[in-house]
């Protein structure tokens, strides 16, 4: 059995008639989906606390985000407005 590459699959599908391509699309969606089902919501409750565990062990974040907004307004008001001595704006 010969193996296509993604490119020779991708160019023969798009030989394809557009109702054809729909059909195709899902057809492998389906295929995919049904290879990985859905997490349960208990899953998903589950995988979201074990990633803010994961979060909380890796401290606080410095500078803080609003810090960081605070340094790039300084830095972004001193390159537009200036802080020069003979600065008309000082």
Same mark, same amino acid.
Do not use: C, K
């Given at each position: 059995? #010969?193996? &296509?590459?993604?490119?020779? $699959? =991708?160019?023969?599908?798009?030989? &394809?008639?557009?109702? %054809?391509?729909?059909?195709? +699309?899902? +057809? $492998? +969606?389906?295929?995919? !989906?049904?290879?990985? *089902?859905?997490? #349960?919501?208990? %899953?998903?409750?589950?995988? =979201?606390?074990?990633?803010?565990?994961?979060?909380?062990?890796? @401290? *606080? !974040? =410095?500078?803080? *985000?609003?810090?960081?907004?605070?340094?790039?307004?300084?830095?972004?008001?001193?390159? &537009?407005? @200036?802080? @020069? $001595? %003979? %600065? +008309?704006?000082?």
């Amino acid at each position: 059995m #010969t193996t &296509l590459s993604f490119d020779q $699959v =991708l160019a023969t599908a798009r030989q &394809l008639s557009p109702h %054809d391509r729909a059909r195709l +699309v899902a +057809v $492998v +969606v389906e295929e995919l !989906v049904s290879d990985h *089902p859905l997490l #349960t919501e208990n %899953d998903a409750w589950e995988r =979201l606390q074990r990633f803010r565990e994961e979060l909380y062990t890796l @401290g *606080p !974040v =410095l500078p803080t *985000p609003a810090e960081q907004l605070d340094r790039d307004r300084r830095e972004r008001d001193t390159i &537009l407005i @200036g802080l @020069g $001595v %003979d %600065d +008309v704006h000082a």
